[in-house]
């Protein structure tokens, strides 16, 4: 719910405070937060908040259900506790026995959770159920920053689900995991998990991997090895030294063989089980085997008889477990868990099943997977066995986890939010404002163009872009958003306007115009964003010295927009955002803000390095897309297919060259290059030079089309003026240059479906095909992929390549040209890998 800080609040008069409480009961008259006046000032009513209660640190809550989630989540919460970060243990109880659990809570020295659900046992449906009912008011209450969970159990899912609705971080450690077998209950509960969750903490590379290829973000993955092996690492040696174990049961170092099942799938059916107890009575030796009170009843109900060499006794505690794996011969079980600290300790294990979730043990020769067959288990637990690598961790992944989260600033979603002001409601500006108020946030959005902010009051949206014109609607309609032409007091003000380039520099009268406007309503205590492109130092060197010469005492932070035009609502959301600020404070504030809609990562930097790093990110791609069309110029001059050429060399498994263009275009690659390098002296001969070189491409296209047409062309059509396609972003975009200098020597009529841009002179497309000798595909908008033309069509895919196979030429197609006589049809020579070039612009 938004609100105004407590430290403005309390510089109001009772007036204003009064009309900001009026204020805030319309926004959400469902929160439970209000704020009221007493005589010790301004206070807080309801449920607590995430970080005022605790000094502004981050609250994480830690979700354990079944005894290897407390084993393998101790290592966290004793990393809590050495760090003072502020944590509380939440139990489910699942399957929850006394003897049990309390003593792994006692045995490994972890403090008693603070709250219980007592879930206790029963089916999926009921355990998931009851867990959601108890532990969402819970998290209402205590309001984590992030909540932790653990493997595979109806206690994991269920946690995350409740965390996510309620816009609470979800880390899930051991994600990844996979045993492809949909009979198992614990299969659905990873992938659910996983899906849902904002941080993914897999154990090896090929959980990394299946996380990727199941579509999920590289921003989300984190390679960080298994809490288990810190865990087995820090107790084993006082399992030797304390456990007893072996001398009560009278067993012998390497004298026994271990057995542990749980699966419900072997223990639960008598069948099953009977199997498993026969396949045991064909090891020759003792084999020990605790046995769950669950299994105990299924012996005891189904008249089971155990052979004399194996010898059962109840469950023991982890210092005795982990004395009797480190201990015997082999270990013959269907546990992951098992599976994986076995190999940690350099025990061979044998799984009775036929899949695993831990295939990393079988590659490195620790286990057999033999299923129920005897002999596959007689010859595994026969088999030579060599020493091998531990592929788990090496005992620092609790620390490596609690690293990610906080060094990347895990923030929740707040119930009391800023106010803001966004300057600028352009492509960023717009869908940043409504974001932000459809999550519940106060923000009046300022354009000084008149017309623009009556378009949008009235529900429209002055520029085309997927899904904007319904959140608009529907954001409206909440009366958290207002469209106005001056800025209004605020908390936090967001600049978001353009930088122009004429001359290859940075422009910020923009930005220096736009801060200036908010002179008369910024406060102290106030935030101000800057999104705006902007080249190294402008915060420091010109927006401070602007908010100092008028003694404000206002914060500045730096956030750059990274969005894809076609595609702004989903990348705002799900990108990371890079924030840099005066203080880290300042930078908090405004990651706390932006926490509201984004979900994507937010890494907090200071202020120069913020400034570059879109900067950055954008050089990068221009110099690659420079080097890609000058193999395209090298193409021309020897003849042959450059799109043919790029795939093949593309095979090459570190090389990934990007198809060619006719230009780079848009408002970030076409000039962020000349801002990074703008105020540095000396010879950067490589990024000028691919600057340069894009920028030339207009004029080697310009020739390639005269080279390609037939002298007798006086007219051109030019299908395409926007910088990429499906965009109606006309900005920087190199078909309008190309137009130019046809323009010329032809007569040329341009169309383009997408762009409005009322200063250019655009044609309906009966106006230019038919009455162009030849047409020109230089936007490659899909809408011409299904288009059949009257007039010959040079398509773009025909365009770019130099080489392609000699056809009969078509009308208005020069005789040195290479295009069939029926390619009057755009989808006709596609050249589908040159979008990425465009796309990326």
């Known amino acids: 719910m938004p609100s105004t800080p407590i430290r403005a609040l309390a510089r109001c008069g009772p007036g204003r405070l009064n009309e900001i409480e009026t204020w805030q009961r319309n926004i959400s008259s469902s929160s439970a937060i209000l704020y009221r006046t007493s005589r010790e000032g301004v206070q807080i009513e309801g449920s607590g908040n995430r970080f005022a209660a605790h000094g502004g640190k981050m609250k994480t809550a830690i979700l354990v259900g079944t005894r290897p989630e407390i084993i393998k989540m101790a290592p966290v919460i004793r990393e809590c506790r050495k760090r003072k970060i502020d944590y509380f243990i939440i139990h489910s109880k699942q399957h929850y026995s006394e003897k049990l659990d309390a003593i792994f809570f006692s045995e490994l020295d972890l403090p008693a959770p603070k709250y219980n659900l007592n879930v206790g ?54 994600a990844g995991l996979r045993s492809f077998d949909q009979t198992m209950p614990e299969e659905s509960n990873r992938i659910i998990a996983d899906h849902i969750s904002d941080y993914l903490f897999a154990v090896t590379d090929l959980q990394v991997d299946q996380l990727k290829r199941e579509g999920l973000p590289d921003s989300k993955i984190f390679k960080v090895g298994n809490t288990i092996v810190d865990a087995l690492l820090s107790h084993r040696s006082q399992a030797e030294k304390t456990s007893q174990i072996l001398r009560v049961l009278n067993l012998q170092e390497k004298g026994y063989y271990l057995l542990t099942s749980h699966r419900a799938a072997n223990v639960d059916d008598p069948n099953a089980l009977i199997e498993i107890i026969r396949l045991v009575a064909r090891i020759p030796g003792k084999v020990y085997w605790p046995i769950h009170y669950r299994t ?58 036929d899949r695993t979730e831990r295939p990393e043990t079988v590659d490195v020769g620790a286990n057999v997977l033999v299923h129920r067959n005897a002999e596959a288990m007689l010859e595994a637990l026969n088999r030579p066995i060599a020493s091998w690598e531990n592929p788990f961790g090496d005992g620092h992944t609790a620390e490596r986890i609690l690293d990610i989260v906080t060094e ?80 209004v007091a605020a908390d936090v003000f967001v600049v978001a306007v353009p930088t122009p380039h004429e001359s290859k520099k940075c422009d910020l009268s923009y930005v220096i115009s736009a801060v200036n406007s908010l002179l008369p309503v910024l406060n102290d205590g106030n935030l101000l964003i800057i999104e705006s492109t902007i080249k190294p130092n402008t915060c420091q060197d010109i927006v401070l010295p602007i908010l100092k010469s008028k003694n404000l005492n206002v914060e500045v932070a730096h956030c750059p927009e ?71 110029l090298i193409a021309d001059k020897f003849g042959f297919s450059i799109s043919a050429a790029i795939q093949l060399a593309n095979r090459h498994p570190r090389v990934n060259i990007l198809q060619p263009g006719i230009g780079v275009g848009g408002h970030c690659i076409a000039i962020d290059p000349w801002f990074l390098t703008e105020d540095v002296d000396g010879d950067l001969t490589l990024i000028r030079t691919a600057r340069e070189l894009n920028d030339a491409m207009p004029r080697y296209t310009a020739e390639r089309i005269q080279n390609k047409i037939a002298p007798s062309v006086r007219k051109i059509g030019i299908l395409g003026v926007s910088y990429k396609p499906d965009v109606d972003d006309a900005r920087e975009s190199p078909a309008l240059e190309i137009a130019r200098l046809l323009s010329r020597k032809y007569e040329v009529r341009c169309h383009d479906p997408f762009v409005k841009d009322r200063d250019l002179k655009l044609f309906p497309i009966d106006k230019v095909d038919g009455w162009a000798d030849v047409l020109v595909i230089l936007s490659n908008h899909k809408v011409y992929a299904s288009q059949r033309f009257e007039s010959p069509l040079l398509s773009f895919g025909k365009l770019i390549d130099a080489g392609a196979p000699r056809w009969l030429r078509a ?31």
């Open 811 to 841: 009308p208005g197609l020069a005789d040195t040209d290479y295009f069939p006589a029926e390619s009057r049809h755009a989808d006709h020579g596609q050249y589908p890998a040159a979008k990425d070039v465009q796309e990326s612009s």
């Open 296 to 353: 105990q009843k299924v012996l005891k109900e189904a008249k089971i008889d155990l052979p004399p060499n194996l010898i059962w006794t109840e469950p023991v505690g982890y210092s005795d477990f982990v004395k009797l794996l480190s201990n015997c011969i082999a270990v013959i079980t269907d546990s992951g868990g098992v599976q994986e600290e076995a190999c940690i300790l350099g025990v061979p294990c044998v799984t009775i099943r």
């Open 408 to 487: 990347q600033e895990v923030l929740p979603v707040l119930q009391t939010l800023d106010t803001v002001c966004v300057v600028g409601l352009g492509y960023m500006g717009l869908p940043t404002s409504l974001l932000l108020a459809n999550a519940g946030v106060k923000v009046a959005g300022v354009d000084l163009n008149e017309k623009k902010v009556n378009e949008i009051s009235s529900g429209h949206c002055p520029f085309e872009e997927k899904d904007i014109p319904e959140l608009l609607a529907a954001t409206l309609k909440t009366g958290n958003f207002k469209a106005l032409t001056k800025p």
């Open 121 to 174: 046992s029963g089916g999926h449906a009921n355990q998931t159920g009851r867990i959601l009912i108890e532990l969402e008011p819970i998290l209402v209450s205590e309001q984590p920053g992030i909540l932790l969970v653990q493997g595979d159990t109806n206690t994991v899912v269920a946690g995350a689900l409740a965390a996510h609705k309620l816009h609470i971080k979800v880390g899930h450690i051991e």
């Open 562 to 632: 990274r969005a894809l035009p076609g595609n702004t609502l989903h990348e705002i959301v799900h990108n990371d955002r890079i924030i840099g600020a005066t203080s880290p404070e300042a930078a908090q504030r405004a990651a706390k803000l932006y926490s509201v809609f984004a979900k994507g990562t937010i890494h907090r930097t200071n202020l120069v390095t913020a400034e570059c790093v879109k900067l950055m990110e954008n050089t990068f791609r221009d110099v690659n897309i420079a080097l890609a069309n000058e193999f395209s």
